[in-house]
């Protein structure tokens, strides 16, 4: 258990900080869409 426990905290950081620049291209996409479709 602990072993895995350490593997998880080696991989904490990097999936995180995955995680959060796609959710942020995620956002910019949806913003853009909606401002094409807002002005069509």
């Known amino acids: 258990m602990h072993y ?3 593997i ?3 991989w904490a950081w ?3 900080y995955a ?3 796609v959710t942020l291209l ?3 996409l949806v913003q853009r ?3 094409i479709v ?3």
Do not use: F, G, I, K
């Open 4 to 6: 895995l426990l350490m």
């Open 8 to 10: 998880r905290s080696d």
């Open 14 to 16: 990097p999936v995180t």
């Open 19 to 21: 995680v959060c620049a």
């Open 26 to 28: 995620a956002m910019r």
């Open 33 to 35: 869409r909606q401002v």
């Open 38 to 40: 807002r002005s069509n």
